[in-house]
């Protein structure tokens, strides 16, 4: 079942021309010189029950802005969207009741009262059922262990525990969708694995459809099937992690140690060849050469001490498909 | 309902957090009151009774007025609480998380603003116990006068709560609501009677503000306090400050309306 549904939204954002230092700023008082940012510019995709999308892309690509679309804050310019079958903008309230966001920078938690304020406060406007309140509660202590923080006042938390505070407070009343905007910002690596452990175990038990924004791409690794790239407010690509590591993840790298330097190092079929001393690193294409190949090749003719393959990151292959999508900008 | 009675409670609870600061605040309000003595003193010097009113009327009025500010959420000149909340919030996105409620917006920070009413109404007590020594100031003359001021107050703070929604909305069309907001406490300042009584005015003057707003917030529970404006005169000026919350109130929603839609936030 489709739960959300998004056909060719536009956000279009209209800023003041800004012109630069102290001189410019007074420039600006009188002029009337507009800027139009397009913030989303023609996304269109279908949400499934229970997925777990990644939603990547670089610093304002638009990912925050077509969240914000989601939860019926900022009006769409034109196009399509549907959550859960209401219109955010329109059933504002209803939309809200039966969602859930965390925006990693921000908080909803109450500054200055205990934890536990926040999350009575919550059950009070989600309406939640006592019984499911109180069952809530235990599990996020079980998973998240929030009982060792939950009366402390909020400005007094770690940012790892304000976090899963957060994230708990998004999820007590049993959303069916969650947005998590970048939910692991500035964490350690022990809190992100328990976040991402919490998360996947929540889409399983509730079926919740979770949407997350992230930089971090083991976060995505982790719990993604589907991966959405969105750059300049528009997808350049929809699929599955497999995929794009088959369509674009084809460069590897052979790290080889030599007995002795080398005066020259030649190899047919290599992209790039870095030599240092008796250390080598050679790219190459996997879809025209095996490694094996490449490695009897340079074994006839050079000693060999040492030799490790590697494998581009996905970090890697999201940086290279960011910048062919500008690639294919500059030319239309 | 039981939302807003939350949200009500969790603000008062948010201002108990911070108590500490409240003996500073004291000394502060004090060395004002002690000001405004001064200031009328000296105004007063020459003579017992201006356009009918006392020294001794006067600085229950000015302290009165002070008190008031303290309580409907206006500090002197110096702080219209929602309106500079509201233009941080806006300016940092942070007002994002306060929209994705499933609550009215309005009635949110109603809720919000009135927790910490009550909060100031407590704070207000002791204030106005001492200023009842140290400045001499004078209880109403019956209880009934007594309780048409508390109905004066109660529409005053709403007429307050609702021009500072209004002018907190500009920063959803401007970012900043700095300009407007500075321009809208010095309006209530000089026309309401906050710091000169509009009876001190020119005739015509005083005619055409009774008619605005303002005139509401201050000079109206003021007045009834001193026993200047009396009885029927008093559920007349009343029902005028109803009048002005019910064209508020649609003007108010009418503006949020319209605003919602102007919002741009940028970045997380």
Same mark, same amino acid.
């Given at each position: 079942?489709?739960?959300?549904?998004?056909?060719?939204?536009?956000?279009?954002?209209?800023?003041?021309?800004?012109?630069?230092?102290?001189?410019?700023?007074?420039?600006?008082?009188?002029?009337?010189?507009?800027?139009?940012?397009?913030?989303?510019?023609?996304?269109?995709?279908?949400?499934?029950?229970?997925?777990?999308?990644?939603?990547v892309?670089?610093?304002?690509?638009?990912?925050?802005?077509?969240?914000?679309?989601?939860?019926?804050?900022l009006?769409?310019?034109?196009?399509?969207?549907e959550?859960?079958?209401?219109?955010?903008?329109?059933?504002?309230k209803?939309?809200?009741?039966?969602?859930?966001?965390?925006?990693?920078?921000?908080?909803?938690?109450?500054? %200055? @009262?205990?934890? !536990? #304020?926040?999350?009575?406060?919550l059950?009070? =406007?989600?309406?939640?059922?006592?019984? /499911? +309140?109180?069952?809530?509660?235990?599990?996020?202590?079980?998973?998240?262990?929030?009982?060792?923080?939950?009366?402390t006042?909020?400005?007094?938390?770690?940012?790892?525990?304000?976090?899963?505070?957060?994230?708990?407070?998004?999820?007590?009343?049993?959303?069916?969708?969650?947005?998590?905007?970048?939910?692991?910002?500035?964490?350690?690596?022990?809190?992100?694995?328990?976040?991402?452990?919490?998360?996947?175990?929540?889409?399983?038990?509730?079926?919740?459809?979770?949407?997350?924004t992230?930089h %971090? @791409?083991?976060? !995505? #690794?982790?719990?993604?099937?589907?991966?959405? =790239?969105?750059?300049?407010?528009?997808? /350049? +690509?929809?699929?599955s992690?497999?995929?794009?590591?088959?369509?674009?993840?084809?460069?590897?790298?052979?790290?080889?140690?030599?007995?002795?330097?080398?005066?020259?190092?030649?190899?047919?079929?290599?992209?790039?060849?870095?030599?240092?001393?008796?250390?080598?690193?050679?790219?190459?294409?996997?879809?025209?050469?095996?490694?094996?190949?490449?490695?009897?090749?340079?074994?006839?003719?050079?000693?060999?001490?040492?030799?490790?393959?590697?494998?581009?990151?996905?970090?890697?292959?999201?940086? %290279?498909?960011?910048?062919e999508?500008?690639?294919?900008?500059?030319?239309? | 309902?039981?939302?807003?009675?939350?949200?009500?409670?969790?603000?008062?609870?948010?201002?108990m957090?911070?108590?500490?600061?409240?003996?500073i605040?004291?000394?502060?309000?004090?060395?004002?009151?002690?000001?405004?003595?001064?200031?009328w003193?000296?105004?007063?010097?020459?003579?017992?009774?201006?356009?009918?009113?006392?020294?001794?009327?006067?600085?229950?009025?000015?302290?009165?007025?002070?008190?008031?500010?303290?309580?409907?959420?206006?500090?002197?000149?110096?702080?219209?609480?929602?309106?500079?909340?509201?233009?941080?919030?806006?300016?940092?996105?942070?007002?994002?998380?306060?929209?994705?409620?499933?609550?009215?917006?309005?009635?949110?920070?109603?809720?919000?603003?009135?927790?910490?009413?009550?909060?100031n109404?407590?704070?207000?007590?002791?204030?106005?116990?001492?200023?009842?020594?140290?400045?001499?100031?004078?209880?109403?003359?019956?209880?009934?006068?007594?309780?048409?001021?508390?109905?004066?107050?109660?529409?005053?703070?709403?007429?307050?709560?609702?021009?500072?929604?209004m002018?907190?909305?500009?920063?959803?069309?401007?970012?900043?609501?700095?300009?407007?907001?500075?321009?809208?406490?010095?309006?209530?300042?000089?026309?309401?009677?906050?710091?000169?009584?509009l009876?001190?005015?020119?005739?015509?003057?005083?005619?055409?503000?009774?008619?605005?707003?303002?005139?509401?917030?201050?000079?109206v529970?003021?007045?009834?306090?001193?026993?200047?404006?009396?009885?029927?005169?008093?559920?007349?000026?009343?029902?005028?400050?109803?009048?002005?919350?019910?064209?508020?109130?649609?003007?108010?929603?009418?503006?949020?309306?319209?605003?919602?839609?102007?919002?741009?936030?940028?970045?997380?």
């Amino acid at each position: 079942m489709q739960v959300i549904k998004i056909e060719d939204l536009y956000k279009t954002f209209k800023t003041y021309k800004r012109k630069k230092g102290f001189v410019g700023s007074i420039q600006t008082l009188f002029t009337k010189e507009y800027i139009t940012v397009n913030a989303v510019d023609g996304v269109s995709f279908g949400i499934n029950e229970g997925e777990i999308i990644g939603y990547v892309g670089p610093n304002g690509a638009g990912k925050s802005t077509t969240i914000k679309m989601l939860t019926g804050i900022l009006y769409p310019t034109s196009g399509v969207i549907e959550v859960c079958g209401l219109i955010p903008t329109k059933d504002r309230k209803r939309n809200l009741m039966h969602i859930g966001v965390v925006f990693g920078q921000r908080t909803q938690l109450w500054w %200055d @009262l205990p934890l !536990i #304020e926040s999350f009575e406060l919550l059950r009070h =406007i989600y309406r939640v059922p006592e019984k /499911i +309140y109180r069952d809530n509660i235990a599990l996020f202590a079980e998973l998240l262990d929030i009982d060792e923080f939950i009366n402390t006042p909020v400005r007094l938390l770690s940012l790892g525990q304000r976090m899963r505070g957060d994230i708990a407070a998004s999820l007590l009343h049993n959303p069916d969708i969650l947005y998590l905007d970048e939910p692991t910002i500035g964490l350690d690596v022990v809190v992100k694995e328990r976040i991402r452990q919490f998360i996947k175990e929540i889409n399983i038990e509730r079926k919740t459809t979770v949407i997350l924004t992230t930089h %971090d @791409l083991s976060d !995505i #690794e982790a719990l993604c099937n589907r991966i959405m =790239i969105i750059d300049h407010g528009k997808v /350049i +690509y929809d699929g599955s992690i497999d995929e794009i590591r088959r369509r674009f993840g084809t460069e590897s790298t052979l790290l080889i140690e030599f007995k002795e330097p080398p005066d020259q190092l030649e190899v047919d079929g290599a992209l790039e060849i870095q030599l240092e001393g008796i250390r080598a690193s050679i790219k190459f294409d996997r879809k025209r050469f095996t490694a094996s190949d490449l490695i009897s090749e340079i074994a006839g003719k050079y000693p060999v001490l040492d030799l490790t393959i590697e494998d581009i990151s996905l970090d890697g292959i999201i940086r %290279d498909v960011y910048e062919e999508g500008k690639l294919h900008e500059s030319v239309s | 309902m039981r939302a807003y009675l939350e949200i009500c409670k969790k603000s008062f609870q948010e201002r108990m957090a911070y108590r500490g600061e409240l003996l500073i605040r004291f000394v502060g309000i004090f060395m004002s009151f002690y000001l405004l003595y001064m200031f009328w003193k000296a105004l007063y010097a020459n003579s017992t009774d201006v356009q009918g009113i006392s020294f001794h009327s006067m600085i229950t009025y000015t302290i009165m007025s002070a008190i008031m500010g303290g309580i409907i959420n206006i500090f002197g000149i110096l702080n219209v609480y929602l309106a500079y909340w509201m233009s941080s919030r806006v300016r940092t996105g942070e007002i994002v998380m306060d929209m994705m409620k499933p609550t009215d917006f309005q009635l949110y920070l109603f809720s919000h603003s009135f927790g910490r009413l009550l909060f100031n109404v407590i704070v207000s007590v002791p204030i106005f116990i001492l200023a009842i020594f140290i400045f001499k100031i004078y209880l109403p003359d019956s209880l009934g006068v007594l309780a048409l001021f508390a109905v004066s107050l109660s529409m005053s703070y709403l007429l307050t709560f609702l021009i500072d929604f209004m002018v907190s909305l500009v920063s959803f069309w401007t970012t900043q609501n700095q300009g407007v907001g500075g321009f809208t406490r010095l309006i209530i300042a000089l026309l309401s009677g906050s710091f000169i009584p509009l009876w001190f005015f020119p005739d015509w003057a005083r005619n055409v503000l009774s008619y605005f707003p303002f005139a509401s917030i201050y000079h109206v529970p003021l007045s009834i306090y001193i026993g200047k404006i009396k009885s029927i005169e008093g559920l007349y000026a009343i029902s005028l400050q109803i009048i002005w919350i019910g064209v508020l109130f649609a003007g108010s929603r009418l503006l949020w309306l319209k605003s919602r839609r102007k919002l741009m936030t940028h970045g997380g």
